[in-house]
């Protein structure tokens, strides 16, 4: 499982709330990730990470930011939650060779 | 733009193969990836392949690649119940080829009869 770790796996909130998910690593891979998954549009990128405060946007990034102030937890947060936002949230870790991408268990947000 | 295509389902009968087919727009991906779901868990990595290798074989999986095409494969020899899932084919971009960012395809269910 390459030691990921996302946090909470279930939550539900309610419109307009702040709403952090956690992802924890435990193995210094530098790189990593924060999709959504959505029917019809399999999964879609949000932000990533390419080091300790160094972060960049995927292709739906409105409405997300992330923090990484350290290597082993990257965390993406809601402002002010939407119910578009009522998605599968997957973590992911670039492996230190470069080749493979592992992913989280997911975290189950809805969003009423 | 980036896109990759997937058939939404296919049903098969236990014992027989699996043919799921992908294609994909950048022809300069690095990396396509096979990735697995079943309901309520995350994704497993089943295989990748290189863009410079055409085929690769493990165990029950092969994956075939023709580049000309841009078009992808996952064949799963001797399918069982257990291989009903959602599979996930998955391209890494050329320009992305240094951070690792992947453009997914919606899925192909898999349906397996007893």
């Known amino acids: 499982d390459a030691g990921i770790t996302q946090s909470p796996r279930h939550k539900v909130t309610e419109t307009g709330t702040p709403v952090t998910l956690r992802c924890h690593q435990t193995?210094?891979?530098?790189?990593m990730y924060w999709y959504r998954q959505d029917p019809g549009h399999g999964l879609r990128l949000i932000h990533y990470s390419y080091g300790v405060k160094d972060t960049d946007k995927g292709e739906v990034s409105d409405g997300y930011s992330v923090s990484r102030s350290k290597t082993e937890d990257f965390l993406l947060t809601l402002e002010s939650a939407t119910s578009s936002q009522t998605s599968v949230y997957f973590c992911a870790i670039l492996d230190g060779l470069g080749n493979t991408i592992y992913f989280g268990e997911g975290s189950w947000l809805t969003v009423v | 733009g980036e896109d990759v295509e997937q058939s939404l389902f296919l049903s098969v009968r236990e014992g027989d193969s699996s043919v799921i087919n992908c294609t994909y727009t950048?022809?300069?991906?690095?990396?396509l990836y096979w990735y697995k779901q079943e309901p309520g868990a995350g994704l497993q990595l089943l295989t990748y392949?290189?863009?410079?290798?055409d085929m690769k074989q493990d165990q029950r999986l092969t994956v075939l690649l023709n580049k000309k095409d841009k078009h992808l494969s996952l064949r799963i020899a001797d399918t069982q119940t257990g291989d009903s899932a959602i599979y996930f084919c998955a391209e890494r971009p050329f320009g992305s080829s240094n951070t690792g960012k992947l453009i997914f395809g919606q899925g192909t269910t898999l349906q397996v009869k007893p």
């Open positions: 193995e210094n891979h530098r790189y």
């Open positions: 950048d022809s300069s991906s690095t990396y």
């Open positions: 392949i290189f863009s410079n290798m």
